[in-house]
């Protein structure tokens, strides 16, 4: 068998580069994915060096492979409130809301944030998939008045400690009230935003999302040099902190066999409401009779897991094959390895021993709550 460990990935036109694609590269990206059918950049000085960089300064992520979607016109927030379990009767203009997306099994779709820009304008900024397709197909025979489309919109990420720093020196303090979870129109330099106080980082983040794609490499510019004075560094969407702070991945942490019981995001589910969204009955009986399985944070032990698993590792219990481990890694800051761990809800009890089978060797972990540093919403 060939080593191929030295594989690349290939550019071509066939998938789509981001506004900011030149400047990733310019700045040192040295590997990518494709994600939503896109070039998004996965390592510029390293996943622990990123990650110091995030936690101690600030941090600016290329993550226009969140592509928009927008449903606008006169009937979008009805026809919102069909897509999601979640109960949006609160939400506000300039507000942002997590949400999950299911089908009529109660199976997540994606997951996503939700922006109001105005009362009948909506922006879905989800994860990796085809959401644009379903949510243009569930209008199809909606009987409501919406328009549906990707916008020329790419969000550019700011986060760390010093992100807050960074949006005052960028904006001379005209954002330094933008609570989390809100978002507004503005510009800079005559390029036109929307800033939100979202991202994914687990760290204080702010997204700035470009509203013309030719002037991407303008904005990276921009910001990069503002940051100087922060120790700035180009950084992909980071491993370590991300499950630190019991952040999921969809198509890694989430499937679409499982439902938000599932995954412990109960919280954004309202089987009481009067809206009749798409999974509601499969959803009632799920929180009913109960999931019947459980995504778990793990401590593993064994040797520091220093790159992110390429596969799927298996769960050992009693000499069966019961589950798997979407992502773990090594936290520095916890001196241990974590994860996650999809496994029947009957053996998701905390401190249970599980037997991981990774590709050297079977590790011993145990079950354990999650996460274990939160994400940070409070300026320090």
Same mark, same amino acid.
């Given at each position: 068998?060939?080593?191929? &460990? ?10 789509? &580069? ?11 990206? +040295? ?22 960089? /995030? ?14 979607? =927008? ?7 009805? @026809?919102?409130?069909?897509? *999601? ?15 999950? #997306? ?15 820009? +105005? ?12 959401v644009l397709l379903w949510i243009q197909g569930v209008a199809i025979n909606a009987g409501l008045d919406?328009?549906? @489309? ?11 400690? &010093?992100?807050?720093? #960074? ?25 036109? /935003?929307?800033?939100?106080? *979202? ?94 399985? &459980? ?10 897991? *220093? ?28 001196? +241990? ?16 021993? /599980? ?14 709550? @999650?996460?274990?540093?939160?994400? =940070?919403?409070?300026?320090?």
């Amino acid at each position: 068998m060939t080593d191929n &460990k030295a594989a690349t990935i290939s550019f071509g036109a066939r998938v789509r &580069k981001s506004p900011f694609f030149d400047s990733t590269r310019e700045d040192g990206a +040295k590997s990518f994915s494709v994600y939503n059918h896109m070039y998004m950049p996965t390592s510029y000085a390293g996943t622990e060096a990123e990650y110091t960089s /995030l936690v101690n300064d600030v941090t600016m992520w290329d993550v226009s492979v969140e592509r928009q979607i =927008e449903i606008n016109g006169p009937d979008a927030y009805e @026809f919102i409130r069909l897509l *999601t379990p979640r109960n949006l009767e609160k939400c506000a203009i300039g507000h942002c809301l997590y949400i999950i #997306l299911t089908d009529h099994k109660g199976g997540i779709i994606n997951d996503a944030v939700l922006l109001r820009l +105005k009362p009948d304008q909506f922006w879905i900024s989800p994860g990796d998939g085809d959401v644009l397709l379903w949510i243009q197909g569930v209008a199809i025979n909606a009987g409501l008045d919406v328009n549906i @489309f990707e916008p020329d919109v790419s969000p550019l990420q700011i986060g760390g400690p &010093k992100a807050p720093d #960074l949006i005052d020196a960028l904006f001379t303090g005209e954002h330094n009230d933008l609570r989390f979870y809100r978002a507004r129109e503005t510009s800079l330099n005559g390029i036109p /935003l929307v800033i939100g106080r *979202t991202g994914w980082s687990g760290e204080i983040s702010y997204e700035l999302y470009l509203r013309d794609g030719k002037r991407g490499n303008e904005l990276w510019a921009l910001v990069r040099a503002a940051g100087q004075q922060f120790n700035i560094a180009p950084a992909a969407p980071n491993t370590i902190r991300s499950i630190e702070g019991g952040l999921l991945s969809y198509v890694s942490d989430i499937s679409r066999d499982d439902s938000p019981y599932t995954i412990g995001l109960d919280r954004l589910v309202d089987v009481d409401q009067d809206v009749d969204f798409i999974g509601k009955e499969a959803l009632k009986k799920i929180k009913q009779d109960g999931p019947a399985r &459980k995504l778990i944070g793990i401590e593993i032990d064994g040797a520091p897991i *220093t790159a992110a698993p390429e596969h799927l590792w298996p769960i050992i219990k009693d000499e069966q094959e019961i589950g798997y481990v979407s992502r773990c890694i090594y936290s520095p800051r916890l001196g +241990k390895n974590i994860g996650f761990a999809n496994v029947p809800a009957h053996l998701s009890a905390l401190h249970t021993l /599980l037997i991981v089978r990774s590709p050297s060797a079977d590790l011993a972990a145990i079950a354990c709550d @999650f996460p274990w540093i939160p994400a =940070e919403r409070i300026k320090r």
